[in-house]
Nanobody, 127 residues
Framework: QVQLVESGGGLVQAGGSLRLSCAASGRTFSSYAMGWFRQAPGKEREFVAAISWSGGRTYYADSVKGRFTISRDNDKNTVYLQMNSLKPEDTAVYYC????????????????????WGQGTQVTVSS
């Protein structure tokens, strides 16, 4: 089973940037679709971004499109979430997820299609 370790969260002022990283164990990382989700206090977990096995397809929630970029480096077994122009409403715990059952070339917003999850990293954006 794959293990996911996240890093890069922290406190940033509105308008600033952060880059989250998620390092995956195992040599099958390149065959996993990957996603980022977030959960704010008192709210349900919501989809943020997803990337296909090859990295050729990406998809973003409307709330982050144009500001966030998901990418992957399969040689380093790492997926990234570059977050620019951060807003206070971006404050949440961010989770990366791996979806080995997701078909090649497919991106999905459905958390039930992801089998492995990181521990989460806190992102706090001040006004």
């Amino acid at each position: 089973q794959v293990q996911l370790v996240e890093s890069g969260g922290g406190l940033v002022q509105a308008g600033g940037s952060l880059r989250l990283s998620c390092a995956a164990s195992g040599r099958t990382f390149s065959s996993y679709a990957m996603g980022w989700f977030r959960q704010a206090p008192g709210k349900e977990r919501e989809f943020v971004a997803a990337i296909s096995w090859s990295g050729g397809r990406t998809y973003y929630a409307d709330s982050v499109k144009g500001r966030f970029t998901i990418s992957r480096d399969n040689d380093k077994n790492t997926v990234y979430l570059q977050m620019n122009s951060l807003k206070p409403e971006d404050t949440a715990v961010y989770y990366c997820a791996a979806g080995p059952r997701i078909r090649a070339g497919i991106v999905t917003t459905n958390p039930h299609e992801y089998d492995y999850w990181g521990q989460g990293t806190q992102v706090t954006v001040s006004s």
